[in-house]
């Protein structure tokens, strides 16, 4: 099973929106609303922030948001903070027995 | 906030053991209870889970499948990851994490570096 394809970095300043890219393929994310998104900040554990494609968990800024078209997905975080600063990681559940896979991840630096 | 606590050592010799549990709240049978590890070759790459369904199961990825094992002991409210015959490609940060059936995984636990070196 591979891992999804995500930009390795983007950046903004500090206001604008971003997009991340997650791509997959019919075995996972085009074939499955259960794609989730993380924040990971150095030396941290990976945290929580979109589920089943655009849902948020309850204490997630609402600067967050998650969509899905076909095989790609997407994180979008509006008015960029310098706390957004981090690596973001795309997963999909998948038809194969390895039940995840995760993305390539995504360096977010705020200018 | 739901905390999931790791513990277990951070070094292993090559061909021995990896053991790891983690300490988890109470009620396990209304979750699933995951392993991940993370490194800069392979990335973030799910290892297995365990989950009750009117009797407990487990999955298994299909890179370790052969030398992995993950059990929950509900009395000792912890569940715990083997993987044997463990090589220099194994060095990772370990992590646990508690999730859904299908939606992925939630709570992490703080994560184990974990180095396999003689």
């Known amino acids: 099973q591979s891992a999804l394809t995500q930009p390795a970095s983007v950046s903004g300043s500090p206001g604008q929106s971003i997009t991340i890219s997650c791509t997959g393929t019919?075995?996972?994310?085009?074939?499955?609303?259960?794609v989730a998104w993380y924040q990971q900040h150095p030396g941290k554990a990976p945290k929580l922030m979109i589920y089943?494609?655009?849902n948020r968990p309850s204490g997630v800024s609402n600067r967050f948001s998650g969509s899905k078209s076909g095989n790609t997905a997407s994180l979008t975080i509006s008015g960029l903070q310098a706390e957004d600063e981090a690596d973001y990681y795309c997963?999909?559940?998948?038809?194969?027995?390895?039940?995840?896979?995760f993305g390539t991840g995504t360096k977010v630096t705020v200018l | 906030q739901v905390q999931l606590q790791q513990s277990g050592p951070g070094l292993v010799k090559p061909s021995q053991t990896l053991s790891l549990t983690c300490a988890i709240p109470?009620?396990?049978?209304?979750?699933?209870w995951n392993w991940i590890r993370q490194s800069p070759s392979r990335g973030l790459e799910w290892l297995g889970r365990?989950?009750?369904?009117?009797?407990?199961?487990?999955d298994y990825a299909l890179s370790v499948k052969s030398r992995i094992t993950i059990n929950l002991d509900t009395s000792k409210n912890q569940f715990s990851l083997q993987l044997n015959s463990m090589t220099p490609e194994d060095t990772a940060v370990y992590y646990c994490?508690?999730?859904?059936?299908?939606?992925?995984?939630?709570?992490w636990g703080q994560g184990t570096l974990v180095t396999v070196s003689s």
């Open positions: 365990t989950y009750y369904n009117s009797r407990w199961y487990s």
């Open positions: 089943e494609v655009s």
């Open positions: 019919s075995s996972d994310v085009a074939d499955y609303n259960y």
């Open positions: 997963s999909s559940y998948t038809i194969s027995s390895t039940l995840y896979v």
């Open positions: 109470g009620d396990s049978v209304s979750s699933a």
């Open positions: 994490a508690r999730g859904f059936l299908r939606a992925g995984v939630d709570y």
